[in-house]
């Protein structure tokens, strides 16, 4: 994947953030292929698209930590005239058909493609003989395709340039410059200001903490402080009014250690068990509160081994397989896209069975144990 600029919000292009390109595709494919060469004098004859092809599908480009993405599913129809010039100039038309027609299939070439003849009426003069029609579909077959395939390879490349060419990186590299300047300039002019105000916020609360201490003081006989309630700020901090942040690292970090340690899941239909050993979490994680608003902030990475026994019906063992585990870029911002990485040691096929159930039904136990994890973690104050 190449280089990618999104918009001018989207700082280094780290977020997701699609576009479509449907049109842009449509309307490119059209002029493509439609009026193409396919054959030029093989055995006598040439062969030409008519000048409008029908393409449907959808595409989109995305970017993503300053990478393209191409999502690519469409599909056409091309309309063709054979002419064959040798004894006179006599014709017969057809219709080429491609789909699944993706980035991943072109560079492959492995789409679904299929030509056909098509009944038209021509003076008899102009028209072929029925096997010279035959003749003619068999070398659209056998030599047409190439030409649709070369337009299909330029049409995902420049896809691919129209969000990542040179110019349009620089142009937005530029943009973003200025609105950075901007800003600054902005923050200079408003810093006095700003610090006033935070200057302000600190005397009221200071004066608001006095006033408690004070009211507290006169009181003959005081009542405990009541107690610190989950999702709101402290207590001094009325109606969690006023910005407060809590560090939640060494929850988030012994949580999740304690939870991927103490895990049993079962792999294929329950014949197999899969533990986690030496779990390690990295990252940070805050609570924060503002007018009475609650934001969880949380960007952690999780490692762990893993091992996994497999028995039959009976409790016999019958193989068991190590591997390792990798969370990465598992984040308030990106929550379910972060990245997962499953490997496995197995050397013989039975323990390589273990691994590919590992690979694949892991992913979405995974899912479960993170997603509980985050609720978790919103619920707490």
């Known amino acids: 994947m190449s ?20 049109k842009w595709s449509r309307e490119y494919l059209q002029a493509r292929l439609g009026s193409l060469k396919l054959v030029e004098d ?20 995305s970017v993503r930590k300053g990478k393209t993405i191409l999502a690519v599913d469409m599909a056409v129809k091309l309309q063709f005239e054979a002419q064959l010039k040798q004894d006179g100039n006599r014709k017969c038309r057809g219709e080429i ?31 072929m003989t029925a096997e010279e029609r035959q003749k ?46 901007r800003m600054q300039v902005a923050e200079k002019e408003k810093g006095e200001e700003k610090k006033a105000i935070a200057e ?21 006989a005081p009542p405990s402080q009541p107690a610190q309630v989950e999702g709101q700020g402290s207590v001094w901090n009325a109606n969690s009014y ?43 994680a805050s609570n924060t509160i503002r007018k009475g608003k609650k934001l969880v902030i949380f960007d952690l990475t999780i490692g762990a081994d893993w091992t996994a026994t497999a028995r039959d ?20 911002e990106t929550l379910d896209d972060y990245e997962v990485t499953i490997q496995g040691d197995g050397k013989v096929p039975p323990q390589q069975r273990i691994d590919t159930a590992a690979k694949t039904e892991l992913p979405e136990k995974i ?10 973690l919103r619920a707490r104050g």
């Open 42 to 61: 093989v055995d006598g004859f040439s062969v030409t698209t008519l000048p409008t092809p029908a393409v449907s599908g959808e595409a989109s480009v």
């Open 136 to 181: 003619a579909l068999a070398i659209v077959k056998r030599n047409g395709m190439n030409a649709v395939h070369a337009a299909l390879e330029r049409f995902i490349k420049d896809l691919q340039e129209a969000e990542s060419n040179s110019e349009r990186l620089q142009a937005d590299k530029a943009q973003r410059e200025a609105e950075l300047q």
């Open 3 to 22: 280089a990618a600029a999104g918009s001018v919000w989207n700082a280094n292009s780290w977020h997701w953030e699609e576009k479509s390109y449907t």
């Open 97 to 127: 058909s491609v789909t699944d027609i993706s980035s991943e299939s072109v560079e492959d070439r492995d789409y679904t493609t299929s030509a056909r003849l098509t009944d038209v009426d021509l003076p008899a003069a102009e028209a």
């Open 367 to 376: 899912k479960d144990l993170l997603s509980k994890f985050v609720d978790d």
């Open 242 to 284: 006023h910005w407060e942040e809590k560090p939640m690292t060494r929850w988030c970090r012994s949580t999740l250690e304690e939870r991927f340690n103490s895990a049993e899941l079962s792999l294929l239909d329950g014949s197999t068990t899969l533990k986690f050993f030496n779990v390690k979490v990295d990252g940070e």
């Open 200 to 220: 302000q916020q600190k005397r009221m609360d200071s004066e608001m903490k006095e006033r408690a201490r004070q009211r507290a003081a006169a009181q003959p």
């Open 313 to 332: 019906e009976a409790g016999v063992f019958l193989a068991d397989s190590r591997g390792r585990l990798d969370v990465r870029d598992f984040s308030s």
